[in-house]
């Protein structure tokens, strides 16, 4: 919520929304008097800013981004009123027609009939336009714009590249400069950058959206995967593996090829069935589950798995590790009875506190109900939602949690885990999901206390959302200075000349006995040179092995965080370094 200072002293608090939306008027407003042929499309409020889509001859320049910016506080200091009026559908479309706005006249043509057609006027510049807005351009204060780049009309890449303009604005100066640095400090954070220069993964030409991992970065991801591992065993988790390749009538039956095969890669085999790469894991969970008969004695009944599974994401909506084709879900299916839904959805959050703790990450619990193209019957998801609402009034306080609505998977409500990290971005984590309809689907049943059939219930969670993605984001959270314990070197023995190499090789042997990940660097190099690579390379400890340190048997210790910390003797740093990483001390 913004607080905005209008004429005469006067405040209102508006929706950030409302205020992005405004300025992405005053931009469209702008692009029209500097570039008069340019066609207008669409200009929505997002996340963090606005952007609006243009059609133009050519790609916008810096040169250009400035000149329209200069416009726009033009038009904010000439402090125009934004005028509401409606027009019937014949006159609407005559009214865009005559200022030869194609794209506003198909866009109006497929308005529903009965629909109130708005618009928008401030100056000469109008605009078709649900609202709302603010009363004057003048509320709008300090502007930014950040980026221009092609996007195609309504994201579909058969039809017309387009030219997206994003920007930002806040009602004081000092608000947009906070940004502004900590945009900037996000670059320097950038996953992608980071992920080369600290020689963890790359992406190449030759397979999009999908990671080539390093030495490094795959020993960072077992160790992850080995945390996860451990602490499901401990809560009786039982882990399993399943096809990759699955044939169509599995996903027809799970809803997927009706709700999910745009996004599915599908393939024929030999016999001219249609297969499909696994989009998800739940299919395969349900067949571990029905592959013998099971008692309410067994529930819950908990499988985990973390296959590799492959998604056909749009070519523009990749994202390093953040959207890719080919990831690793920290996956689990729970298969459960109506009375166990709440013990076990708080048991899940507890996992989720815990594995999130460690890295000293804080989450909000948000509720996601029912999509327009949900599956199965209403009644079920009115119980599962009612359901997920008791959990989250229980955990969260009555109420105390933010609701997204139409937001759920297909087949189910779910409560997202929503994360901010150090520069207060918030990112969708992992999901808990409620499902009463796919153990319908494959007539999945357990005997119960009085030996009859019975349903059970299916809880779908995973809660880094992949490891892949989580990678992505405490690379990004950490600006690439892991904690020790997840460091994939976690010491660099650096020897001043060859007549230490000998005690080198000794002290790189013992640290490896005590499982402890460490490289030597006994290259002819400068001792400075050689920390400042291991410095860019943010190895958590340096041991600085000279003359001195040979005839005295100890070790010169460097962090990259407090530089040089003096001498230690072996077992001292041994003892330091062990408890760092048995604490997972961030």
Request: hydrophobic content about 35%; proline content about 4%.
């Amino acid at each position: 919520m913004f607080k905005v200072k209008l004429h005469g002293g006067k405040t209102m608090n508006v929706e950030e929304s409302m205020y992005w939306h405004t300025t992405s008027h005053i931009m469209a407003q702008a692009v029209k008097r500097l570039f008069p042929e340019a066609k207008i499309t669409i200009g929505p409020a997002i996340e963090k800013g606005f952007y609006y889509d243009f059609d133009v001859e050519k790609p916008f320049t810096e040169e250009d981004l400035k000149a329209i910016e200069e416009e726009m506080k033009k038009i904010i200091k000439e402090d125009f009123e934004i005028e509401r009026f409606e027009l019937p559908r014949e006159e609407a479309i005559k009214f865009m027609e005559e200022r030869k706005e194609p794209y506003k006249v198909e866009l109006i043509k497929e308005l529903p009939e009965g629909e109130v057609i708005s618009f928008y006027k401030q100056g000469e510049f109008t605009d078709l336009c649900r609202g709302p807005h603010l009363p004057t351009t003048g509320a709008v204060k300090a502007i930014k714009l950040l980026s221009s780049s092609g996007a195609y009309w309504r994201g579909d890449e058969h039809n017309k590249m387009l030219q997206r303009i994003y920007g930002i604005s806040f009602p004081k100066a000092s608000e947009l400069e906070e940004y502004l640095n900590m945009i900037e400090e996000a670059k320097k954070r950038d996953h992608r950058k980071l992920g080369k220069e600290l020689d963890l993964f790359f992406f190449d030409e030759t397979a999009p959206g999908m990671a080539y991992w390093m030495p490094k970065g795959f020993k960072m991801m077992n160790i992850l995967i080995d945390l996860w591992r451990k602490e499901h065993e401990k809560r009786g988790y039982l882990e399993f593996s399943g096809p990759q390749l699955n044939s169509s009538e599995l996903w027809k039956t799970s809803g997927h090829w009706d709700h999910y095969k745009e996004d599915m890669f599908v393939l024929t085999d030999s016999d001219g069935k249609e297969q499909a790469l696994k989009p998800m894991n739940c299919p395969n969970a349900i067949k571990i589950f029905a592959s013998k008969l099971r008692s309410y004695k067994d529930l819950p009944l908990r499988f985990n798995d973390i296959d590799v599974i492959h998604r056909n994401e749009k070519s523009g909506q990749l994202n390093g590790l953040f959207r890719v084709r080919m990831f690793r879900q920290d996956d689990a299916h729970n298969f459960i009875t109506e009375e166990q839904i709440g013990s076990e959805i708080k048991d899940i959050i507890e996992i989720a506190k815990y594995l999130y703790g460690i890295f000293g990450l804080e989450f909000e619990l948000t509720l996601s109900t029912r999509p327009d193209d949900f599956m199965g019957d209403i009644e079920l998801w009115n119980k599962a939602e009612e359901n997920l609402r008791e959990v989250l009034d229980e955990l969260c306080g009555e109420g105390k949690y933010r609701i997204n609505e139409g937001d759920g998977a297909f087949y189910g409500p779910k409560i997202d885990i929503q994360m901010k990290d150090c520069l207060g971005r918030e990112w969708q984590m992992g999901t808990v999901q409620v499902d009463f309809q796919l153990p319908l689907r494959f007539n999945l049943s357990y005997i119960d206390s009085n030996g009859e059939k019975k349903t059970p219930i299916l809880i779908h969670r995973a809660l880094f959302g992949s490891f892949e993605r989580f990678i992505g984001i405490i690379t990004e959270h950490f600006a690439g200075a892991f904690p020790v314990w997840l460091a994939p070197v976690q010491v660099k023995i650096l020897p001043i000349s060859d007549n230490q190499k000998d005690y080198a090789e000794e002290i790189k042997e013992k640290l490896e006995a005590n499982g402890i990940r460490v490289e030597l660097d006994a290259r002819q190099e400068k001792i400075g040179y050689k920390i400042r690579e291991a410095q860019l390379e943010k190895v958590p400890y340096m041991l600085i092995l000279g003359e001195k340190e040979a005839e005295a048997k100890n070790l010169g210790v460097r962090t990259r965080k407090d530089g040089d910390i003096g001498a230690f003797e072996f077992n001292d740093f041994l003892n330091k370094i062990q408890e760092e990483i048995s604490s997972k001390k961030i």
